[in-house]
């Protein structure tokens, strides 16, 4: 079975604040992706990543930046925490393939924040 | 632009059928997912269909029309612990890198009542 992990369940932060959300999967995937999910918009794609050292921008990567220095580990750092940045956090991981299914993603736990 | 549309929240009884539908327009068109995701948990792999048709997997099938932007999940027998919501995402254009992007819809929350 796929394993994504992220390093913390919930989390409570100051204005300013400088936050790590970290993300580890455990199959060799060379796909990672950071989410937000919030009421009613459903999961908009802060980052994804392909392979090491390479990012490409999602939809809302204002705010955030990421690092992922080993393949199974991709950072999604918050610079300067603001309000506006309480969300839940989703990691997930793909493979890459010839063929959809192959790019299922599977999703870690999830991270809580809740910038104060 | 790219919107996917499913209907917020839906109620059922244990033992019936439901269906939750999903209407998509977007750049591109690689596949559709549906995804399940108990409050509080992650998301989880339910179904992909990328061809027009019905695609049966025990109590769930999951249905699409390219044609017509739309799919559906038909959730048969229910039972109380299918109470969750349904995530349908559709793969669009590719970023650089050659993947293609998921677009997730808002999800509709499914209440299974006794």
């Known amino acids: 079975d796929v394993k994504v992990t992220q390093s913390s369940r919930y989390l409570v932060k100051r204005t300013g604040e400088k936050v790590f959300l970290e993300c580890v999967q455990d199959?060799?995937?060379?796909?990672m992706f950071w989410y937000r999910q919030d009421p009613g918009l459903g999961l908009r794609l802060i980052y994804f990543s392909y392979d090491v050292k390479m990012k490409e921008k999602g939809d809302i990567p204002e705010g955030y930046s990421v690092s992922r220095e080993k393949k199974e580990r991709f950072s999604l750092i918050l610079e300067s925490a603001s309000t506006n940045q309480t969300s839940m956090y989703l990691c997930?991981?793909?493979?890459?393939?010839?063929?959809?299914?192959?790019?299922?993603?599977?999703f870690g736990p999830g991270t809580r924040l809740l910038v104060l | 632009g790219q919107n996917i549309d499913q209907p917020t929240e839906m109620t059922a009884t244990e033992g019936a059928i439901v269906q939750i539908n999903c209407t998509y327009q977007?750049?591109?068109?690689?596949?559709l997912f549906w995804y399940q995701q108990h409050a509080g948990e992650a998301p989880t792999f339910l179904s992909y269909n990328v061809l027009d048709g019905l695609e049966e997997k025990g109590r769930f099938s999951s249905f699409l029309s390219r044609s017509k932007g739309y799919s559906y999940l038909l959730l048969k027998e229910l039972q109380m612990k299918d109470s969750a919501s349904y995530l349908c995402?559709?793969?669009?254009?590719?970023?650089?890198?050659?993947?293609?992007?998921?677009?997730f819809g808002a999800g509709t929350r499914l209440a299974v009542h006794p």
């Open positions: 977007t750049s591109g068109f690689n596949g």
């Open positions: 995402a559709v793969r669009g254009h590719k970023f650089s890198g050659g993947y293609n992007k998921l677009i």
């Open positions: 997930a991981s793909s493979t890459v393939g010839s063929s959809g299914t192959q790019e299922t993603q599977y």
């Open positions: 199959m060799d995937h060379e796909n």
